[in-house]
């Protein structure tokens, strides 16, 4: 896919993904090598200049965000992401209105997976830490049951704990059912709970393998991940 954010701007350059049904899939690389746009291309966030997106066998660079996430395709950014002046429970609302028939269902099931959410549920969001807003921008993600969830950066500016605790959050979700691909800045983190990781650089993807084996790629670890 060719995809930017001008008429004479391209930040992919002919990048290709393919994300198998149950895969965790940790997407690193340099900042500025496209990553996040990746995201906002398959999300319906931004157009494509050129190349397709297809989900479940179906072309679907025509479609808008909305259609998408009907489809089952959650998109997390890494700003942004929580309505601040709204409570905890107003913002899972806000993430049900897709099918808000199965608004308080989804509510009462998420704030037992995640009893914080629920001890929290009148306070604003702005009151909330990082890795709290965090999670609260997740568990609104999986109030559409999303076959796809898009994460980006979410370990940006939490502390290491916080950045632990979320990373763990993710591995869960993973383990009960949900693709996800990742974009992470914490890269050794972000390997080291995914299945496949794949290397973005201006725009391509230049390397895609396991894991494991890429967090132990010694030109890997030299270039991407801090020696």
């Known amino acids: 896919m060719v995809c930017g ?8 350059h002919e990048a290709e993904l393919a994300v198998e049904a149950g895969e965790l899939i940790a997407i690193i690389g340099p900042n500025g090598a496209g990553k996040s746009t990746l995201l906002k291309a398959i999300a319906g966030m ?10 479940d066998g179906r ?3 025509r479609t808008s965000a909305r259609e998408r996430a009907k489809m089952g395709i959650a998109f997390v950014p890494q700003e942004a992401n929580v309505f601040p002046r709204m409570t905890v429970s107003e ?6 209105y897709l099918e ?3 608004t308080r269902r989804k509510m009462a099931a998420l704030t037992e997976r995640f009893p914080l959410l629920g001890e929290k549920r009148r306070a604003q969001a702005r009151t909330l830490s990082g890795g709290q807003r965090q999670v609260l921008a997740m568990a609104m993600a999986l109030m559409v049951a999303p076959r796809l969830l898009l994460l980006d950066e979410p370990s940006a500016g939490l502390a290491p704990r916080a950045a632990d605790e979320l990373f763990a959050t993710i591995g869960a979700i993973h383990r009960e059912g949900t693709t996800i691909v990742m974009v992470e800045q914490n890269a050794l983190a972000a390997l080291a709970i995914a299945e496949r990781g794949i290397v973005l650089v201006d725009g391509r993807a230049v390397r895609n393998g396991p894991a494991r084996a890429m967090a132990e790629d010694l030109e890997v670890r030299r270039l991407f991940l801090g020696g």
């Open 100 to 102: 808000p028939r199965e």
């Open 5 to 12: 954010y001008g008429a004479t701007d391209e930040i992919l």
């Open 46 to 55: 931004l157009c494509l200049k050129r190349g397709t997106i297809q989900f």
């Open 59 to 61: 072309a679907i660079e």
């Open 91 to 96: 913002n899972l609302e806000m993430g049900g």
